[in-house]
């Protein structure tokens, strides 16, 4: 989301400044206590011990989100999600206050099992302060939000971990024996915790409440024999979108889990790093590459939640794993660490953006909360079997090829789902190299119902530019004889794209209106071929035999400003309009016709958004 657009969205929307701000303490602040804590055991545990603590202490942060669950959701949907965040922060305060008190006694153990006091009121506040983004924005402006609130949190977590650890090492001013010592020296650091609580909780008490939630009752019976936690269960298994969102968001995060707890242990034992300042600012740097992969996701998601990025995720996240156990470099490694980030980023904007959009507002907060439930069992066996494997002798560089493995599981099986949109990111991204696309008046695109698009033909791209607006994916009817060459022809299975030719004619016309009965997209390019003079030949009354006998709408479509490209018949070479060094390509969608619209009807149609909105010069 470019930065104007975004101040616009914060002057607009009452009450979303408080709203992100108190994100923002709330996630620097739980992560402020952790930081101290696995630091402590940086500094006084070695290899396969500091492993198994560092292990444990996640764990802690992570089992709350498991056992609350359901009374997590249930809390947010009978009550104000204002008021959850409220109460949740007000407790934090109390919580903070006893980790201070601990700390200038020096128990490290109660700090340690605080930790897990800590996680169980963010269990109970993520649901509604992560469900509060649909409610203050509504429709319009929600995956603005939501790309803020990724960003707002990204940022927190950053300045929480240079911040901390900063203040941490700085604090170390005389020799220790053992973790008292260390929480002694510390200690002070306790009233940033209790300070940024407090301001959090204040900050809650301007948020506006839009609902007043529901008034079934918890049925603590239903709770304690997993009656609510089947129910819960199935309603996540409903949407097969989601539930698969889900899964790989939980094991993006589980693979996270496991390398931060080992990588302390292998910057300590193999490349010889004592400082806590160096090791967290390394793995601070795939937060620096969230940051900046949260932006390329909006930025290429700008028309629709493109899933491509999901893939493209993965394959990043695979291929900075591979490196990371083989070099000892600290700057390479912390390249790895950001690219890691980006990779990421395009995973978890795009995953979480699709969990929102697919949920209905009446079950956001159960889905939620499931999301965060099965996430977290992911991670906590995660982090259980890295505590097995490094009593038994693993050492860091084994738990970096373990993960590898699971990563390359996890870019296939994305593969796998979201090839298609993988590919066509690919086509996109290198025609953006060249040209500016910009689709226009996609809004006359159903989103739920069949489509027979139709449209003039300019160049040998045009199928990929219909495309780069639209979410829905278009089947196309293609000239069999292009359609069997070797190199296209994959590509061409790949997109579902229908062979025609005279001899198969009825057949490929059968297929597109299959297609169209599936609720489908289907498009051809009516002309018959690809216009020598940039001009809208004649419509030819082939598309009725696909759309006399379908339901659904026809769309037209204008491409503008391709024609005189490499790609088109253009015998001169010229560009009408220009983006710094691109050509700038509109594609224009007509508003829907009837499918019994005769040919006169359709060439009317496209010529009308040429005369309104074409650009293109002879």
């Keep these: 989301m470019e930065h104007g657009t975004r101040i616009m969205l914060i002057r607009r929307l009452k009450g979303v400044f408080p709203y992100t701000l108190a994100l923002f303490l709330n996630a620097f602040t739980d992560l402020g206590h952790k930081i101290i804590i696995q630091n402590t055991v940086f500094k006084i545990y070695d290899d396969q011990t500091q492993i198994i603590y560092t292990a444990i202490l996640n764990a802690l942060i992570l089992l709350p989100f498991i056992f609350l669950f359901t009374p997590s959701g249930y809390l947010s949907h009978r009550f104000s999600k204002a008021n959850v965040m409220r109460y949740g922060a007000f407790v934090a305060v109390v919580i903070t206050l006893l980790i201070t008190y601990s700390y200038y006694q020096g128990w490290f153990w109660t700090s340690f099992a605080l930790t897990f006091i800590l996680a169980a009121q963010a269990a109970i506040y993520s649901p509604a302060k992560y469900g509060y983004i649909k409610e203050i924005s509504g429709e319009r402006d929600f995956s603005y939000l939501n790309a803020l609130v990724q960003s707002v949190t990204t940022v927190a977590i950053l300045s929480g971990i240079i911040a901390y650890t900063v203040l941490f090492e700085n604090s170390l001013t005389t020799p220790y024996r053992n973790e008292a010592d260390i929480l002694r020296q510390i200690a002070p650091l306790g009233w940033l915790l209790v300070i940024g609580s407090l301001i959090e909780f204040l900050l809650t008490l301007r948020l506006q409440s839009y609902s007043e939630g529901s008034l079934t009752p918890f049925n603590v019976k239903k709770y304690l024999t997993g009656y609510t936690l089947r129910k819960n269960w199935i309603l996540l298994r409903r949407k097969k979108d989601i539930f698969e969102a889900i899964l790989f968001l939980s094991l993006f995060w589980s693979i996270s889990q496991v390398i931060l707890a080992a990588f302390g242990a292998y910057a300590k034992s193999t490349l010889g790093v004592e400082n806590t300042i160096v090791v967290q600012g390394l793995m601070a740097l795939a937060a620096f590459g969230i940051i900046a992969g949260s932006v390329i996701a909006s930025r290429l998601s700008r028309h629709y939640l493109h899933k491509g990025l999901i893939v493209a995720g993965a394959l990043i996240i695979t291929v900075m794993l591979t ?274 619209s005769e040919p006169e009807i359709v060439y009317d149609a496209i010529i009308n958004l040429k005369e309104r909105y074409g650009t293109q010069q002879a």
């Design 323 to 596: 490196f990371l156990p083989m070099t000892y470099n600290l700057n390479v490694i912390g390249f790895i660490f950001f690219g890691f980030g980006i990779g990421g980023a395009m995973m978890i904007v795009s995953l979480n953006a699709l969990i929102l959009s697919k949920t209905p507002n009446a079950h956001i907060s159960y889905v939620l909360s499931g999301n965060n439930w099965i996430q977290n069992i992911f991670m906590t066996l995660f982090l259980v079997l890295t505590t097995f494997f490094a009593y038994f002798g693993w050492d860091a560089v084994m738990l970096f090829y373990a993960m590898l493995f699971i990563s390359i599981l996890l870019s296939f099986g994305a593969i796998i789902r979201y090839k298609d949109y993988f590919v066509w990111l690919i086509f996109e991204r290198l025609l953006a190299l060249r040209y500016n696309i910009i689709p226009l008046q996609t809004h006359n695109v159903p989103s739920d119902t069949p489509v027979l698009l139709l449209g003039n033909h300019i160049s040998w791209i045009d199928w990929i530019l219909v495309q780069v607006g639209i979410e829905r994916r278009i089947r196309y009817l293609m000239e069999r004889s292009i359609y069997e060459k070797p190199l296209i022809r994959p590509i061409m299975e790949l997109g579902e794209v229908i062979p025609i030719s005279s001899r198969g004619a009825k057949e490929a016309f059968q297929h597109a209106r299959n297609r169209l009965q599936n609720g489908e997209i289907v498009a051809l390019f009516p002309e018959g071929a690809i216009s020598g003079d940039g001009e809208v030949g004649k419509i030819q009354h082939g598309y009725k035999r696909i759309a006399s006998s379908s339901e659904g709408v026809i769309v037209p479509f204008y491409i503008d400003g391709i024609y005189g490209s490499i790609f088109s018949r253009s015998s001169k070479r010229h560009t009408p309009s220009r983006s710094w060094f691109r050509r700038n390509v509109r594609i224009i969608y007509g508003e829907p016709l009837s499918m019994k």
